[in-house]
């Protein structure tokens, strides 16, 4: 027997339980599929704790996620003060919080508890339904949202074609603490193609770091093969000193970088957001919150529809598509910018980097308005 939504959610990452969330709350019936039925959340919990992935968060992300209560407490969420960032001819750049008026530059965020989190409140919203993939032939909804990830199964059923530029390149992931406190620091190194990112975390007054290492796909197999004391070795190395003696905590990650988008983010019925319609280059730190936007954005859109128009319009779905495709595009281009400027070798393109950031280094009116197309406010 068939079971009637409003709109079918198909991924259970955080982008699809917060958009699940945010429906729920404009009064809308949400089938959340998930591969499989999951236990309870405390079970989530310590199944989870392992994960040592960390998100950057802006301050339009902390917004929408504190308006639905689910923002992490201090101890999970640490405000970004400044941030430190190294070329590889002695160009720098310096940013901080308090130049342009803001709390923080960014947040770096635990992931287990961010899901956490977002799990619990599906699990308290009753026009949340969580629903095992096996049951899929079963539900019907008007509109259905695909939100599974850059590997989305879902998104070939739909008329939208996936192009991929992939970059050669590995993120390598771990969670380290330093002998010194990072004091809300975020430090980052662009040098030979690698770029090195060390995020402050365990509050504002910690030691812990979360590491998002970029280098090519060869030196990520040679890093993930070395001992967890040749790698901290290593990692000082590429860091030029200055962070203090690091000690490896767990084990480490790793996962292929590419730039991706569709072709289409909407069609009649459906609708693809998150990492299943974009994915950039991590050295900005804006993954999340583009999928976060998208979220805020498709959930506004289905609100304010016209009263007799049906929540799978096509018409009504592309106002959503238009006013996040050029910000995903935009952020793309960015990224994938910095990734091609960065990673071309010899003395010239050097020279260009290095002076480029000493330009931007020597403008405050630039920084501020970096600083602030980064936490996604009007500049």
């Not at 027997?1 to 019936?29: H, N, P, Y």
């Not at 917004?63 to 969420?77: I, K, N, T, Y």
């Not at 899901?115 to 539900?139: F, M, R, W």
């Amino acid at each position: 027997m068939s079971k009637s939504f409003d709109v079918c959610i198909r991924g259970d990452g955080v982008v699809g339980r917060v958009l699940a969330l945010l429906l729920a709350k404009e009064r809308l019936k949400v089938a959340l599929v998930v591969p499989q039925l999951m236990a309870p959340a405390d079970d989530i919990r310590a199944d989870i704790r392992e994960d040592i992935r960390a998100y950057a968060l802006n301050s339009a992300s902390k917004q929408l996620l504190e308006s639905m209560r689910v923002w992490p407490d201090e101890a999970f969420a640490t405000p970004v003060q400044t941030m430190q960032v190294w070329g590889d001819d002695g160009g720098q750049l310096d940013f901080n919080a308090n130049t342009c008026g803001q709390d923080a530059l960014t947040w770096i965020v635990d992931v287990p508890q961010l899901e956490a989190q977002v799990l619990q409140a599906c699990s308290y919203q009753s026009l949340v339904e969580t629903v095992d993939a096996s049951q899929l032939a079963g539900i019907t909804a008007p509109l259905t949202i695909i939100c599974e990830g850059q590997k989305s199964s879902s998104r070939g059923g739909v008329n939208s074609g996936w192009t991929r530029k992939p970059y050669a390149q590995k993120a390598i992931a771990a969670r380290l603490t330093s002998s010194l406190p990072h004091r809300g620091t975020a430090r980052q190194w662009f040098s030979n193609g690698e770029v090195v990112a060390l995020l402050p975390m365990g509050g504002a007054l910690g030691s812990s770091l979360a590491l998002v290492w970029s280098v090519s796909d060869e030196r990520a197999d040679q890093l993930e093969q070395q001992s967890r004391e040749e790698f901290c070795v290593s990692l000082s190395t590429a860091c030029h000193s200055g962070v203090g003696q690091l000690e490896l905590l767990g084990e480490r990650a790793s996962w292929p970088l590419a730039l991706s988008s569709v072709d289409h983010w909407v069609g009649p019925g459906w609708a693809l957001a998150g990492d299943a319609a974009h994915t950039v280059h991590p050295l900005a730190g804006q993954g999340l919150n583009l999928g976060l936007g998208d979220a805020a954005c498709l959930s506004q859109v289905l609100a304010s529809r016209e009263y007799w128009r049906g929540l799978g319009d096509e018409k009504l779905l592309r106002r959503y598509e238009r006013a996040r495709k050029a910000d995903a595009a935009a952020v793309s281009a960015v990224t994938d910018g910095l990734h091609g400027l960065f990673s071309q070798a010899g003395p010239a393109w050097q020279w260009v980097r290095n002076w480029g950031m000493k330009g931007v280094s020597s403008s405050q009116p630039v920084k501020n308005w970096l600083m602030k197309r980064a936490a996604g406010m009007p500049p």
